[in-house]
């Protein structure tokens, strides 16, 4: 109980301060980014006060990536900017969410296209 309380208030803190950071390093190429990563930190904050720590790690994740793609783009180094990891988390949250929500459809399906996979 102790060590969720505080995985939860590392995450908050984390959150907050990353918002903080990322408008203060705001510069016009990547301005949406940040936006974006604020509300990616905002979603985790959420996440992380429902008891869905998994959730809220992800999103953090989100966040740093979207911080990241921002830096990027303020030096014009669009090109260099990778989303592979962005994607993979966005299907992770979307299955973790809708497996809260009780609907196990796509983490079932995941599971039996990976079963066949591995059979093939």
Known sequence: MIKQQLVRA???MGATLFCASSFADSKAGGDEFRATAATYA????KASTQGRDGIAAL???QAAIKTNAAALA?????SEIDWTQYHVNEGLIGEM???VAGNNDLTKNRIVKNK????Q
């Not at 905002?42 to 904050?45: S, T, V």
């Not at 303020?74 to 669009?78: K, L, P, R, S, V």
């Open 10 to 12: 590392v995450l908050v």
């Open 97 to 99: 969410l809708s497996a």
């Open 74 to 78: 303020d030096m014009g180094q669009w």
């Open 42 to 45: 905002g979603k985790a904050q």
């Open 116 to 119: 066949t996979m591995k059979n």
């Open 59 to 61: 999103y953090l994740q």
